[in-house]
């Protein structure tokens, strides 16, 4: 069965600094992968996703992931936090037909002014 | 921009009462499915639905648990006798069938937070 690690409960980052969010996954064939972020009392909404081409995949907020096979991660990253950064990240992988995705446990980012 | 809406957003039950969620998906959407997240915690998978019927379910999905799409635009879980572990934030998400032009991301609604006494 597929699925996603993020080893970090939480993340703490000064604004401005550089954030990584780390996720790693273990799928048999080609990975589908995604990231969510999750605002307080929120739905989640959809970061960006990988499925194949440049490991390096842009997405919403200034956000990025860069998937790397060797190493069975997936890390979401942007340059310079913002404190409005602060949320909560979830990595998902697509199982089976029909779309689903299974989530990691989520990992807590608080960027601190 | 199309949204996937859900109400209540808050529901306060007792024990072993019968709750109904709902949501609209969007409307080109064929997918349909429910989540839940307890406590903020992990967001569990618990039931996906396409072509009118259930495609594929978790173990937390057991006969308690029953999703219909009773017209064109709604889509609904009910939960026939709740119980406190019950109590949770539901979300519903919808997406398209992947094709040439998306890869079927899920959309998400803002949830319905299920509070079981």
């Known amino acids: 069965a597929q699925s996603v690690a993020q080893p970090e409960d939480q993340v703490n980052v000064a604004e401005g600094n550089p954030l990584t969010v780390k996720c790693t996954y273990s799928?048999?064939?080609?990975?589908?992968l995604f990231w969510y972020v999750q605002y307080p009392n929120r739905g989640l909404q959809f970061l960006l996703k990988?499925?194949?081409?440049?490991?390096l995949v842009k997405g919403s907020y200034g956000f990025e992931a860069e998937f790397n096979k060797s190493q069975t991660s997936f890390h979401l990253k942007k340059p310079s936090a913002l404190v409005s950064d602060s949320a909560l990240y979830f990595c998902a992988v697509r199982q089976g037909g029909y779309n689903k995705l299974i989530f990691g446990a989520g990992t807590r980012l608080a960027v601190h002014p | 921009e199309p949204e996937v809406t859900q109400t209540p957003s808050h529901q306060v039950t007792q024990m072993g009462q019968e709750v109904i969620l709902r949501c609209v998906p969007i409307s080109n959407h064929l997918y349909f499915y429910w989540y839940r997240q307890i406590l903020g915690q992990k967001v569990e998978f618990l039931v996906s639905?396409?072509?009118?019927?259930?495609?594929?379910k978790s173990e937390i999905f057991d006969d308690q648990f029953s999703v219909e799409r009773p017209d064109g635009s709604n889509f609904t879980l009910k939960i026939r006798s709740t119980k406190l572990e019950d109590s949770a934030m539901y979300f519903c998400?919808?997406?398209?069938?992947?094709?040439?032009?998306?890869?079927?991301?899920?959309?998400f609604g803002e949830g319905s937070r299920l509070t079981v006494l």
């Open positions: 799928v048999s064939g080609n990975p589908y």
């Open positions: 990988y499925i194949t081409g440049d490991n």
């Open positions: 998400a919808s997406s398209r069938p992947p094709d040439t032009t998306n890869t079927g991301e899920l959309f």
């Open positions: 639905f396409y072509n009118n019927e259930i495609s594929e």
